[in-house]
């Protein structure tokens, strides 16, 4: 029996996929036509892609990073408000299913792993992945705690010319060319001390989603904040008060932009950092 179970888990992934899509279609349903011969025009095919996600989930024995229930907060989100930008830290084999699920929009993956990008890319080439580093460590976390409580790392400017520690760097052209709707943290790794830590992404997920220049806000989705660098880096970053919701490990966090405010907005409402 337990060996059924990622299997039975993969499977309901797949269903639930088509089932949010036929949601996303831009058109109203239409009654197929009475004549016993439908032509491709009326019945028209899903996307390629989407076939191709389907079929992987459907054969894959692998366990999903995220359970049902936390892809679903996502996935609620996104369909309200796909087609949009979402970006994603993290390659993961849920990967192909964000992508799908955010049909019609732009999706961008931030990897650390050279040797998994390739892999991926072979099986998915549609994806968008961009390779990062990252020059941080979990044992450097409460250091790099008191440093974003710091006056450099409070302007809700652009990420790239930050003068502020947590800020990452050398990220791709995509990053900071999109204003995204959408972000997800689910990397890097962070399990060990020497891993990189998600100290530096949690932090530039908040800043970018307060230096968006149109209107609007960003859902913040934080993986793993059942961690203490995910659960205080989420907290202190994304703010307690942007808090929406939070699903097993998974929390949702949706903040507003920051930029040209006058007053200047604080960094986290009902508090200062």
Known sequence: ??????????LSLAVFLVLV?????????????????????????IPESLAEVIIHY??????????YAEISVTARV???RSPCRFLVFGLGID??????????????????DESWIATVHRRFPSLEIYHVRYDTRVREAETLM????????????????????LALKGLPEAFESEEWD???????????QEAPGRMGA???????????????ETDVFVHDVDRKVEDEFSRAFLCDGYQKEQEGRLRHFTIPSHRDKKPAAPFCPNSIL
């Open 202 to 216: 949690i932090y530039t997920a908040g800043m970018a989603a307060r230096g968006r220049r149109r209107e609007g």
């Open 182 to 192: 959408l972000i997800m943290v689910d990397a890097p790794t962070g399990w060990v």
């Open 78 to 80: 996104l369909r309200r």
């Open 95 to 112: 990967s192909p299913m964000w992508a799908a699920l955010n049909h019609g929009g732009r999706t961008v993956f931030l990897e650390e």
């Open 1 to 10: 029996m337990t060996t059924r179970r990622p299997k039975l888990l993969l």
């Open 146 to 165: 008191e440093i974003g409580r710091g006056p450099d790392c409070s302007d809700a400017g652009l990420v790239s010319g930050s003068a502020c520690r």
């Open 21 to 45: 899509l036929l949601f996303f279609r831009p058109s109203p349903f239409r009654p197929l036509p009475s004549s016993p011969f439908i032509s491709a025009a009326s019945c028209p095919k």
């Open 58 to 67: 459907a054969a894959s024995n692998a366990t999903p990073q995220q359970t």
